[in-house]
């Protein structure tokens, strides 16, 4: 069974930088996408950021555009979301999750099928 191991969360004060990483254990990423998404206490599950991965094209939503950077390793099967300039209403669990088999760089949960566990994210004012 595929699964996705996030890893790299934690607490950090506003201003500050984390990197995340999210590595895929039973399948070699390829014509995919990997997407990064958060969720805070009593909202939804928000998109952040997402990769294809056969040629690294990107997107990302607005509130982190230029903060935000996803990227990824072919070597070690991983992706990265590295995190600057953090506010603390960036505070959530991330997860991260493939989009497999599809060209798209989709920004909508349900259309993912594969999740991590997720990691906190905690940004002190």
């Known amino acids: 069974q595929v699964q996705l191991v996030e ?11 984390l990197r995340l990483s999210c590595a895929a254990s039973k399948r070699t990423f390829s014509n995919d996408a990997v997407g990064w ?8 599950r928000e998109f952040v950021a997402a990769i294809r991965w056969r040629d690294a094209s990107t997107n990302y ?12 390793d072919n070597d070690k099967n991983t992706v990265y979301l590295q995190m600057t300039s953090l506010k603390p209403e960036d505070t959530a669990v991330y997860y991260c999750a493939a989009d497999w088999n599809t060209q798209a760089i989709r920004s909508i949960p349900s259309r993912y099928d594969t999740w991590g566990q997720g990691t906190q994210v905690t940004v002190s004012s």
Do not use: E, Y
């Open 7 to 17: 890893s790299g969360g934690g607490l950090v004060q506003a201003g500050g930088s």
């Open 61 to 72: 939503a607005g509130s982190v555009k230029g903060r935000f950077t996803i990227s990824r």
């Open 37 to 44: 998404f958060r969720q805070a206490p009593g909202k939804g």
